[in-house]
């Protein structure tokens, strides 16, 4: 199938300056080849605020027609989120195709989901995003109001298409609780096992695939594209102290992310919620790191997720020189230097997720009947949570001294002596 030929648009307003528009444009060009477009126009207006009408003003539209019918343009994609009535003012005074930001990342999102679950979450996300767009599409359909002259087959058709439109989105809504739920008794399964969460969050391409494929051992597709993961991937990991987590990687952030997507990722994103550490993954040489930092912050906050334990990981640090590379750790201290790629910095990285997790960690000391079922259980997951330093039998007793966990202290309360000074 041919590429579509795409022109990008874009505004300057008072607070926004140049470069970040450039920048915004860039990113929307990349958005834009991950749909499997072709950008072959640019066009940035510098206006105080966006017309309420047209978003350009009607002298820039007419010139933006006439740049996209000299340079065979197929669709026009605008770097913000269109009114349904600037949508309906630009697509009447233009022939081509004409979408906006939210639009192209949800057909992304459409495009890329797999499983069934991702699949009605981008589905809601859509049926959302239409509701309020129906009016418009064509003459016919947008006949609303009452009284003289405004009844008929046009209405019937809205109101049809509506009701239609509501009752999916109430349908979709209760498939995704109960894909709540399940999610919800799988954290407490793992909550019970005492296997802590380590969730991989991060702007979209900062490389969170590719870091936990380094710390899992799989090979989960990893591309340059944008969103190629909006599916969580799940797996444990094994520490060097026999302690086991479970290593969860997220679907990419980005700025101004569509509020559809976060609404009906809720039950995605609560992973990230619930998680006992998040590993915030940070391309360390992608213009306008602080900007895309600050973007995923604010997208966590909206989610819930702002107070979960967390720890800023710079990754693709292989890409920079030395001076940059102390630069960064001068000004980002508590942060780590990885390169996911290579494998640089994976040692230190385990170790501080370790440190983390192991701030919740005592040190006691167990005496257990290995005759007595219950005990043996204790046992069996001290050695698989826990850190053992000593152990020793006598007269068919076992003393054990060990660093656990303090989510397995409930269990381990018979025959317990805390150890910690």
Known sequence: MKAERAALVGLITGPVRRTE????????????????????????????????GTFLGS?????LGVACDETDVDLVVFDNELTPA?????????????????QLILDIFAARARTREGKLQVELAQLKYLMPRLVG??????RLGGGIGTRGPGETKL????????????????????V??????????????SVPTVALVGYTNAGKTTLFNLLAGEQAVVSDALFVTLDPLVRRVRLADHRELLVS??????????????????????????????????????????????????TLDEVGAGEVLSADVFNKCDLLDTAERERLQRREPEALCIS????????????????????????????????????????????RFGRVEQHTEHDDQVWIEADVPRRLWSRLQRGVEDSDE
Do not use: C
């Not at 109101?159 to 109960?178: K, P, S, V």
């Not at 040489?285 to 602080?290: F, K, L, R, V, W």
């Open 21 to 52: 528009a450039e920048r915004s444009l860039d990113e929307l060009a990349g958005l834009a080849t991950a749909a499997g477009a072709s950008v072959v126009l640019r066009v940035l207006q510098e206006r105080d605020r966006p017309d309420a």
């Open 59 to 63: 002298g820039k539209i007419a010139t």
């Open 159 to 178: 109101e049809a298409d509506r009701r239609r439109i509501r009752q999916r989105i109430t349908h979709l809504n209760g498939q995704l609780e109960d």
């Open 249 to 298: 990687d997220t679907v990419g952030f980005i700025d101004r992310l569509p509020h559809t997507l976060v609404a009906a990722f809720r039950a995605t994103l609560e992973e990230v919620v619930a998680a006992d550490l998040l590993l915030h993954v940070i391309d360390a040489g992608t213009p306008g790191m602080e900007h895309r930092v600050a973007a995923v912050r604010r």
């Open 86 to 102: 600037q949508l309906r003012q630009i697509e009447s005074r233009l022939s081509q195709k004409v979408i906006d930001r939210t």
């Open 180 to 193: 709540r739920k399940r999610r919800l008794q799988l954290r407490e399964r793992r909550h019970k096992a």
């Open 340 to 383: 996911a790629t290579t494998g640089f910095g994976r040692a230190e990285l385990v170790d501080a997720i370790t440190a983390r997790l192991g701030l919740d960690v005592r040190r006691i000391v167990v005496k257990l009947t290995p005759g007595i079922e219950a005990d043996r259980q204790r046992m069996a997951q001290i050695y």
């Open 137 to 142: 599409g064509s003459d016919w359909l947008s």
